[in-house]
T-cell receptor, first 112, second 115 residues
Framework: DGGITQSPKYLFRKEGQNVTLSCEQN?????MYWYRQDPGQGLRLIYY???????QKGDIAEGYSVSREKKESFPLTVTSAQKNPTAFYLC???????????FGPGTRLTVL | DQQVKQNSPSLSVQEGRISILNCDYT??????FLWYKKYPAEGPTFLIS?????DKNEDGRFTVFLNKSAKHLSLHIVPSQPGDSAVYFC??????????????FGQGTILTVHP
């Protein structure tokens, strides 16, 4: 089955710790994205990558970092510099930058 | 600066009737528009899209209308079913400029379809 997986579904961390969220896709898509959703708000773009070994900042990149060493993987690190890290994080992928994006199931991060 | 706006936070409709969800945008560079459906604690699911060269796109019970001069699009669901109850997001992208390759999402509209 082709799709996007995010793990874990729920993640708890203490304030001040860095945490890395996993995103893997086997759709052979070139482009991958990370979004954040907060209650009552739409999805806001954190980082995106249109090709391996290249990525760009989205609208709210501060306090986050990413890597794209493999086509199928796009991990997101939430650093201690992120002021309000508690949120629902969504990863997506698409064939290319002008195609519809397909989303993973999301990871809910809670920082205590 | 909210470039994509869904001004109705919620919509309640009777089963079998039409649901109309609205979306406005401000960036004239946007030329591709999408609608996504989302259940709580899940990722959004792609529903339907429309290119700016069209003013209507239909897929089963779902139809999207685009009015470029008004910078407005709408999603019609006919007939509405209880299983359609979810949050609906509209999104837009541009084939150039700073929005190239990125989706900008609205805030979402919660649709509730009553049996």
């Amino acid at each position: 089955d082709g799709g996007i997986t995010q793990s874990p579904k729920y993640l708890f961390r203490k304030e001040g710790q860095n945490v890395t969220l996993s995103c893997e896709q086997n759709l052979n898509h070139d482009a991958m994205y990370w979004y954040r959703q907060d209650p009552g708000q739409g999805l806001r773009l954190i980082y995106y990558s249109q090709i391996v070994n290249d990525f760009q900042k989205g609208d709210i990149a501060e306090g986050y970092s990413v890597s794209r060493e493999k086509k199928e993987s796009f991990p997101l690190t939430v650093t201690s510099a992120q002021k309000n890290p508690t949120a629902f994080y969504l990863c997506a992928s698409s064939k290319g930058p002008l195609n519809e994006q397909f989303f993973g199931p999301g990871t809910r991060l809670t920082v205590l | 600066d909210q470039q994509v706006k869904q001004n109705s936070p919620s919509l309640s409709v009777q089963e079998g009737r039409i649901s109309i969800l609205n979306c406005d945008y401000t960036n004239s560079m946007f030329d591709y528009f999408l609608w996504y459906k989302k259940y709580p604690a899940e990722g959004p699911t792609f529903l339907i899209s429309i290119s700016s060269i069209k003013d209507k796109n239909e897929d089963g019970r779902f139809t999207v209308f685009l009015n470029k001069s008004a910078k407005h699009l709408s999603l019609h669901i006919v007939p509405s079913q209880p299983g359609d109850s979810a949050v609906y997001f509209c999104a837009a992208s541009a084939n150039g400029g700073t929005s190239y390759g990125k989706l900008t999402f609205g805030q979402g509209t919660i649709l509730t379809v009553h049996p």
